[in-house]
């Protein structure tokens, strides 16, 4: 009796997508099986448990083996050991680096030492994901901050180039190695409805127009530390309030921009005066480095809440805060237009991502 066999041979390295993600996801391979079985795998594949058993047990080794040269990721195309086609080795890193919204935000802006790693077990508790994702995620939030911290040029582009990452997981990257380095008060209670978004776009008008590197394309760490001189000369904003003459006409012109547009209008003309000293006081305080990691909460509670108390809706918000900011370019004496400009733009912006409804 004779048999005819197709045999092909290849050294490919083969990974399951799907068993990759329950391998990220810190699931056990006995844990892993039970939701592949639930998924109807047994089925699909036409196996026992035993097999589909030895199956995730082999991915998941393949896995670990591979998971050192993905600390590295320019280094995957080069290895010789794992034969992997480049279009899997990109999804692979993706994949690796992607990291949990909800995890991020509980560790935003906090140092990324042994002593927040440690904290990782109630991280776990509170979130629902497992520790050694948790620990997974964190090693990687610390070894990104680690190689860019000290590199030349913008934040994203460093991230991009020395692992490989999409442009949208690298913008997240650069928001979180920038708050860990200027470490932004995001803890507060009043702070805890804002999510990782919030604060990734805010980080990113930050870096965008408030670092050195806004200004200066030839600085060395321009992205990462806000501009000095531009945060001193925010003081000279202090004029717009100071200056009751010019207090008074700033009002004028907004209230007349406004009239018949905003439903608040007699709320935001009695107010007008506290509502300014909020967003100038808060521009001249951010000389000092705790008032600075106070952005946030200084928002929240100056801005924010007293218009939420009387119940501003985002077009309103957004139709004062354009007004309020084109109305001091017609003051003629004031005489910080560039400044106020790029103060304003970042704090609109913020202030709008901010404001939840």
Known sequence: ?????????????MMDMNIYQLWLDGLTVNEAVKVRMDEGALLECEANKEVLTSDTMDQFRTFQMCERLL????????????????????????????????FA???LGKKLSKGTKKDLDDVSCRTGITL?????QF???????????????????????????????????????FFANSRFETGKRKLQY???????????????????????????????????????????LKVLVNDKDMLDQH???VCAALQG???????????????????????????????????????????????????????EITLFLTHYTNAAHCLGTFSHQMVWDRYMGVIKSCILQMYHE
Not at 72 to 96: C, D, H, M, R
Not at 132 to 136: A, E, F, G, P
Not at 149 to 177: C, M, S, W
């Open 261 to 315: 547009k905003i439903k608040v209008y007699r709320l935001m003309e009695a107010n007008f005066k506290n509502l300014s000293r909020a967003l100038i006081n808060l521009a001249a305080k951010l000389t000092h480095t705790k008032d600075v990691r106070d952005l946030f909460i200084d928002l929240v509670e100056k801005f924010i809440e007293p218009c939420r108390y009387d119940e501003w809706t985002m077009a």
């Open 1 to 13: 009796m004779s048999m005819e066999l197709d045999v092909f041979v290849g050294n490919t390295t």
């Open 194 to 236: 804002l999510s990782f978004q919030d604060f990734a776009f805010c980080a990113g008008q930050l870096i965008r127009y408030w670092t050195i590197g806004a200004v200066d394309s030839l600085v060395e760490d321009k992205d990462v530390d806000l501009e000095k001189e531009f945060l001193h000369e925010l003081k000279d």
């Open 139 to 177: 090693d990687n939030f610390k070894r990104v901050f680690k190689v860019v911290e000290e590199l030349k040029g913008p934040l994203e582009e460093n991230i991009q180039h020395h692992f490989l990452l999409t442009d949208t997981l690298a913008r997240d990257y650069a928001a979180i190695v």
């Open 71 to 102: 600390h590295f990721p320019t280094k995957l195309a080069n290895q010789l050991l794992f034969q992997i086609p480049s279009q899997q080795q990109g999804v692979l890193i993706e994949k690796y680096y992607e990291f949990d919204c909800v």
């Open 251 to 253: 009002k004028v012109l």
């Open 132 to 136: 050694k994702s948790c620990r997974r």
């Open 105 to 107: 935000r509980e560790l």
